[in-house]
């Protein structure tokens, strides 16, 4: 039946991530689609004791983070619309004229992003694609991975210097299952029936 998920709470901080499996990881994710394939998003990928350190105290503490070898920082970018963002010239590459892709970006300033709140609503939608792609890219290579959004955005922008016009999406943790431990029970997961409306 494919990928299942389950959020692993427990990570064995015996076992490293191998920095080559992390990029395969991440080089598969990237694939993600995005707006006008704007890719607005960068990872900060915590893996010192030092930063792990950082990291747990402007996440509400929570275990994981020092036990799972790598955690990601997934960030979004509220200015990726604008026409410093060289994504938009990759349009070139098949074939789009220049003033097509100039319509494009002033649409994109004036109508789709010309609000703080669709700025923003543009860095958390594109870069949660990146995040479900990265959970799924990190299960085909056999890691586990567990999505928070617990922590305190303003704690995380301060310690990395992720500056204002950035947005601090969701953490992600990898690495592998610590057999000693036992799973949470699996919460009911709601189906078709109940989520679907037909019209
Ligand atoms: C956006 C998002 C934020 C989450 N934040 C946290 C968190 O901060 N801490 C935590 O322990 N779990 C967090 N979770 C995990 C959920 O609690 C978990 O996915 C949910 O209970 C369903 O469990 P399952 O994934 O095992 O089916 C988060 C999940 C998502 C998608």
């Given at each position: 039946m494919g990928?299942?998920?389950?959020?692993v709470?427990f990570?064995?901080?015996?076992r490293?991530?191998?920095e080559e499996?992390?990029?395969?990881?991440?080089?598969?994710a990237v694939?993600?689609?995005?707006?006008f394939?704007?890719?607005?998003?960068e990872?900060?990928a915590v893996?010192?004791?030092?930063a792990?350190?950082?990291?747990?105290d402007a996440a509400?503490?929570?275990?994981k983070?020092l036990a799972a070898?790598?955690t990601?920082?997934?960030?979004?970018?509220?200015?990726a619309?604008t026409?410093?963002?060289?994504?938009?010239?990759?349009m070139?590459d098949v074939?789009?004229?220049?003033?097509k892709?100039?319509?494009?970006?002033?649409f994109?300033?004036?109508?789709?992003?010309?609000t703080e709140l669709?700025?923003?609503n543009?860095a958390?939608?594109?870069?949660?694609?990146l995040?479900?792609?990265l959970?799924y890219?990190?299960?085909?290579?056999?890691?586990e991975?567990h999505?928070m959004?617990?922590f305190?955005e303003?704690?995380?922008?301060?310690e990395f210097n992720?500056?204002d016009?950035?947005?601090?999406?969701?953490?992600?943790?990898?690495?592998y299952?610590?057999e000693s431990?036992?799973?949470?029970p699996?919460l009911?997961?709601?189906?078709?029936e109940?989520i679907?409306?037909?019209?």
């Amino acid at each position: 039946m494919g990928i299942v998920f389950f959020s692993v709470n427990f990570f064995d901080s015996s076992r490293d991530l191998d920095e080559e499996i992390l990029k395969k990881i991440i080089d598969l994710a990237v694939l993600a689609p995005s707006a006008f394939n704007l890719q607005p998003w960068e990872i900060i990928a915590v893996r010192s004791p030092e930063a792990k350190q950082r990291l747990y105290d402007a996440a509400l503490k929570q275990p994981k983070i020092l036990a799972a070898p790598v955690t990601l920082i997934m960030v979004g970018d509220k200015d990726a619309y604008t026409e410093a963002n060289d994504a938009w010239w990759y349009m070139r590459d098949v074939g789009t004229p220049d003033d097509k892709i100039r319509g494009s970006i002033e649409f994109a300033r004036n109508v789709l992003y010309n609000t703080e709140l669709k700025r923003n609503n543009f860095a958390v939608r594109n870069t949660s694609f990146l995040y479900m792609s990265l959970m799924y890219a990190a299960k085909y290579y056999g890691v586990e991975s567990h999505a928070m959004i617990g922590f305190e955005e303003d704690k995380i922008k301060k310690e990395f210097n992720i500056p204002d016009n950035k947005v601090v999406v969701l953490l992600i943790c990898l690495g592998y299952f610590d057999e000693s431990k036992t799973l949470y029970p699996r919460l009911k997961h709601r189906g078709y029936e109940e989520i679907v409306r037909v019209v």
